[in-house]
């Protein structure tokens, strides 16, 4: 199966997993996101009260300069991990 089809299927099927982490979900957007994406091209949100949306940010920015292949293919992989 071609990169790209995998990882849509995967990105669908890790919808159906009954745990996750909130460390792997983190890992999980910041892939998906560099994937789909690149490199992250917004800055990072300020103020207190934004824990969340900075933690989605560093979560992207973790994968900077990553392609978009090697995302996906860790992205598959991480997947794959959790629904063991």
Do not use: H
Not at 24 to 39: F, R
Request: charged share 30%; net charge neutral.
């Amino acid at each position: 199966m071609p990169l790209l089809d995998c990882f849509y299927k995967e990105s669908k099927d890790v919808k159906k997993l009954n745990y996750v982490s909130d460390d792997s979900k983190l890992k999980l957007y910041g892939l998906y996101k560099q994937a789909t994406i690149g490199d992250v091209n917004c800055p990072r949100p300020s103020g207190i009260f934004n824990i969340k949306e900075k933690a989605k940010y560093d979560a992207w920015y973790e994968n900077k300069d990553m392609s978009k292949e090697t995302a996906m293919f860790e992205y598959i992989n991480l997947v794959s991990e959790l629904q063991q």
